[in-house]
């Protein structure tokens, strides 16, 4: 069996997260053929957004046949802890409970700074969209209260929640969304992930009839302009409303990944969408969306400037 | 004729949203639909009918678009109102109302690089 050993540590960096998520993609493709283990045990502290990918990687990987272990036996007990509660690597699922069930069971972390890694579901069902709505209003009521957000702030940490999670469960073509995230107070920002191994933009254009957009990177430019794959003039904003929101609003950072190319933003870092032809190749199959957003807003910020 | 004309009068309703939709923030389009429909049903026995908005905290682009465009068809022929908006939720609605009447999409170029050397890539990322 071929043997992946995770980084024990990434520190506070978001970029390094990323790395990490791009190393691990790179070692998974140059394994020989056969299972492969992902180990954690010597893992001090973990980002989410590379902890949410490595477990999306996986299941990918084990949806096209290849046995992928994680190893989540930590020496570090704290860290061990932290993905028990995490519910690392399985995922909490509101779907198996009622609202109720859910809301108490995230009740429960308010002493923490996480939620646990949530695995909502997606579809057009009475009963999927309430779910999503329960646990949307209870991720945001969480954060409000936990973080002591209040105004615009809270306003711009909703919209960004609801923006992902609806754009997944519009465009993604699976059963399942997965978001993930973790409050760092003392440092005054919220790192959150959302991803799914869905169809991608790509996939989602292609399949709207949308045949001149044919690369990962038109894709991905096509939905940051705004071109709504229903073809509405009045869809189509969430992508980019999210980003300026976040970036040119908030001051945050935005990495968003799709097949072979990602888009990456924040204040000092001009918006540019990057295709990897590295070898060996990689690319996040599905969407992945990774924020950094500060809970602290300049004096003059109004959300409504970012909203168009 | 006075029973005819009582019998015909509506009396007013308020439809509570926070408690009809069980939450303080609104989030889809489907919570829109359902609104809605709860209006249309309250219209055929009364009029008008107010959706009451206190107690609301967030209201989601989505789901501004959606009663907006809903709200549109049946405000012409039918007596409903809204009510109990914070700021924030006015402006949420107006910004989405400005918006219906211009086109989404944007024409800013953004750059794009192709990443040929891994090493690039890990410089990129350590530098953010």
Same mark, same amino acid.
């Given at each position: 069996?071929?043997?992946?050993?995770?980084?024990?540590?990434?520190?506070?960096?978001?970029?390094?997260?990323?790395?990490?998520?791009?190393?691990?993609?790179?070692?998974?493709?140059?394994?020989?053929?056969?299972?492969?283990?992902?180990?954690?045990?010597?893992?001090?502290?973990?980002?989410?957004?590379?902890?949410?990918?490595?477990?999306?990687?996986?299941?990918?990987?084990?949806?096209?046949?290849?046995?992928?272990?994680?190893?989540?036996?930590?020496?570090?007990?704290?860290?061990?802890?932290?993905?028990?509660?995490?519910?690392?690597?399985?995922?909490?699922?509101?779907?198996?409970?009622?609202?109720?069930?859910?809301?108490?069971?995230?009740?429960?972390?308010?002493?923490?700074?996480?939620?646990?890694?949530?695995?909502?579901?997606?579809?057009?069902?009475?009963?999927?969209?309430?779910?999503?709505?329960?646990?949307?209003?209870?991720?945001?009521?969480?954060?409000?209260?936990?973080?002591?957000?209040?105004?615009?702030?809270?306003?711009?940490?909703?919209?960004?929640?609801?923006?992902?999670?609806?754009?997944?469960?519009?465009?993604?073509?699976?059963?399942?969304?997965?978001?993930?995230?973790?409050?760092?107070?003392?440092?005054?920002?919220?790192?959150?992930?959302?991803?799914?191994?869905?169809?991608?933009?790509?996939?989602?254009?292609?399949?709207?009839?949308?045949?001149?957009?044919?690369?990962?990177?038109?894709?991905?430019?096509?939905?940051?302009?705004?071109?709504?794959?229903?073809?509405?003039?009045?869809?189509?904003?969430?992508?980019?409303?999210?980003?300026?929101?976040?970036?040119?609003?908030?001051?945050?950072?935005?990495?968003?990944?799709?097949?072979?190319?990602?888009?990456?933003?924040?204040?000092?870092?001009?918006?540019?969408?990057?295709?990897?032809?590295?070898?060996?190749?990689?690319?996040?199959?599905?969407?992945?969306?990774?924020?950094?957003?500060?809970?602290?807003?300049?004096?003059?910020?109004?959300?409504?400037?970012?909203?168009? | 004729?006075?029973?005819?004309?009582?019998?015909?009068?509506?009396?007013?309703?308020?439809? %509570?949203?926070?408690? #009809? *939709?069980?939450? /303080?923030? =609104?989030?889809? +389009?489907?919570?829109?639909?359902?609104?809605?429909?709860?209006?249309?049903?309250?219209?055929?026995?009364?009029?008008?009918?107010?959706?009451?908005?206190?107690?609301?905290?967030?209201?989601?682009?989505? %789901?501004?678009?959606? #009663? *907006?465009?809903? /709200?549109? =068809?049946?405000? +012409?022929?039918?007596?409903?109102?809204?009510?109990?908006?914070?700021?924030?939720?006015?402006?949420?609605?107006?910004?989405?109302?400005?918006?219906?009447?211009?086109?989404?999409?944007?024409?800013?170029?953004?750059?794009?690089?192709?990443?040929?050397?891994?090493?690039?890539?890990? +410089?990129?990322?350590?530098?953010?």
């Amino acid at each position: 069996m071929q043997h992946i050993a995770i980084p024990q540590d990434q520190g506070f960096s978001f970029g390094h997260s990323i790395n990490d998520l791009f190393r691990l993609m790179m070692d998974l493709e140059r394994q020989p053929e056969g299972a492969v283990t992902l180990d954690f045990s010597q893992c001090r502290f973990l980002n989410p957004i590379f902890l949410l990918g490595a477990r999306l990687i996986a299941q990918h990987y084990q949806r096209l046949g290849r046995p992928i272990i994680l190893n989540t036996q930590c020496h570090n007990r704290f860290f061990h802890e932290y993905l028990q509660l995490t519910h690392f690597t399985e995922g909490f699922q509101p779907a198996t409970l009622s609202a109720e069930a859910c809301n108490e069971v995230l009740q429960g972390y308010y002493p923490k700074t996480y939620l646990p890694l949530t695995v909502f579901p997606l579809g057009l069902s009475d009963e999927a969209t309430s779910i999503r709505e329960n646990l949307q209003a209870a991720i945001a009521s969480h954060i409000k209260t936990r973080l002591s957000l209040s105004g615009q702030v809270y306003e711009s940490v909703s919209y960004l929640i609801t923006e992902m999670v609806n754009n997944i469960n519009d465009h993604s073509r699976q059963q399942h969304g997965y978001l993930f995230t973790q409050f760092y107070s003392s440092k005054g920002y919220i790192d959150i992930g959302f991803a799914d191994i869905g169809i991608g933009f790509l996939g989602s254009y292609q399949l709207t009839g949308h045949s001149t957009i044919s690369t990962h990177e038109a894709a991905i430019r096509a939905g940051r302009l705004g071109q709504s794959t229903k073809d509405d003039p009045q869809r189509g904003f969430g992508f980019r409303t999210s980003r300026s929101l976040l970036v040119d609003g908030l001051g945050g950072k935005y990495f968003l990944f799709s097949g072979d190319a990602f888009l990456y933003n924040d204040k000092e870092t001009p918006e540019t969408i990057r295709t990897l032809k590295i070898n060996p190749l990689i690319a996040w199959p599905g969407a992945l969306v990774a924020m950094r957003i500060p809970m602290i807003a300049s004096q003059d910020f109004n959300i409504y400037t970012y909203l168009e | 004729m006075l029973f005819c004309v009582i019998s015909y009068m509506k009396i007013a309703r308020t439809i %509570f949203v926070c408690s #009809f *939709l069980g939450t /303080a923030s =609104l989030h889809t +389009r489907e919570q829109a639909q359902r609104l809605i429909q709860e209006t249309e049903i309250a219209m055929l026995h009364h009029q008008p009918v107010w959706l009451d908005f206190t107690g609301i905290d967030f209201m989601s682009r989505s %789901f501004a678009d959606e #009663f *907006l465009k809903l /709200a549109a =068809l049946w405000k +012409r022929d039918h007596q409903f109102d809204w009510l109990g908006f914070s700021p924030t939720l006015a402006k949420m609605l107006d910004m989405v109302a400005k918006s219906r009447s211009k086109q989404s999409n944007s024409s800013k170029e953004i750059p794009f690089v192709t990443v040929t050397d891994e090493s690039v890539l890990y +410089r990129f990322f350590e530098a953010v």
